[in-house]
């Protein structure tokens, strides 16, 4: 049984933190957790990545664009709260080596659990933060603090660099020697990240936010076609190889 520790908190415009405790201590960064919101309307379950695990305890960091989420906005207490997680094949832990991390609006979320796997497992961690603005930039200190190199970039120049994700990234790109990438947020964006990033000894990781049904590999709404045949999100990701994914087929 799961339970909500606190009611939501808000971290920057239209983002929410929660605070779950699972009962489980183990989790993998960039699984989810599958919640159902309302008995009947939402009908479906809506699906997070974990921001932080800790002992029995994950964060969620979410935004507000929905009924559903509109809902969860609201919850005005702790209590009991419907959610199956940890779900879903997450991102893979590398040893020694130079990572780029890459996120974009509330797609930054899964990266901070990740960044701080990666920091545990001597990793150069280097992180580009990209928002629309100031206002929907949350937790930039623990960013900065668990990062050896941060970029901050903003659509509209009102924090750090002004410029896109795929923009700061094409000038990392040149010369940059990463082992690996990760990245995750809207899919035009990774898509403009496996174009940027074109040599062959960097791998590159994505994390797909497009829509889950059941979360659980059973209703097949998040197929995904890969230049292996079809793959299902939910079980098979959230986490994948960036370039075999068919990336004209999940822009249309």
Known sequence: MATLIDKPLEVCK?????????????SHP??????KIGKND????RPFSIFDHKENIIEIIFKVVGKGT??????????????IAPLGQGFSITENKNTLLIGGGVGNAPLYYLAKQLKAKNNIVNYLYA??????????????????TFYLATDDGSGGRKGTACDISGEL????GYDIVYTCGPAIMMAGIVRIFQNPD????????NYFGCGIGLCSGCAVETNAGIKRACVDGPAFDGRVIDWGS???
């Open 14 to 26: 239209d983002h929410y933190l929660l605070k779950i405790d699972i009962g489980i201590s183990l």
């Open 30 to 35: 960039g699984q989810f957790a599958n919640i």
């Open 42 to 45: 939402p009908l479906l379950r």
């Open 70 to 83: 509109e809902i969860l906005k609201n919850i005005c207490k702790a209590g009991y709260l419907d959610v």
């Open 131 to 148: 928002a629309r603005s100031k206002d929907y930039i949350f937790f930039e200190d623990k960013y900065r603090l668990i990062s050896n």
């Open 173 to 176: 790109a040149g010369g940059s």
């Open 202 to 209: 960097t791998r590159i990781e994505v994390s797909l936010e």
């Open 250 to 252: 999940l822009l249309q």
